[in-house]
């Protein structure tokens, strides 16, 4: 299996802060999540830049967003 550099790891985290995931358990589940994805995807042979593009685009715009409001609200939910 194709494994990341760390910069392409911390281009991902970068990404991944810029969408203002502030929740820091989810940024690092997420983090690990995205890698896997890109990593899987350059199996098939393709470059990381390709591959990223492909899992962003597969995962949507503001998708980051309404995993972190759904994770917050399960985790208030659980708490009250």
């Known amino acids: 299996m194709p494994e990341?550099?760390?910069?392409?790891?911390?281009?991902?985290?970068?990404?991944i802060r810029m969408?203002?995931?502030i929740f820091s358990h989810l940024a690092?589940?997420?983090?690990?999540h995205l890698c896997c994805d890109v990593e899987s995807e350059?199996?098939?042979?393709?470059?990381?830049?390709e591959a990223y593009r492909r899992v962003r685009q597969k995962m949507?715009?503001?998708r980051l967003k309404e995993i972190q409001e759904?994770?917050?609200?399960?985790v208030d939910t659980k708490y009250r």
């Open 4 to 15: 990341l550099s760390l910069q392409h790891i911390e281009r991902i985290a970068r990404d």
């Open 42 to 49: 350059m199996e098939r042979g393709l470059s990381f830049n």
């Open 19 to 21: 969408q203002e995931i």
């Open 28 to 32: 690092d589940e997420l983090i690990d």
């Open 70 to 74: 759904e994770t917050l609200y399960a």
């Open 60 to 62: 949507g715009s503001g």
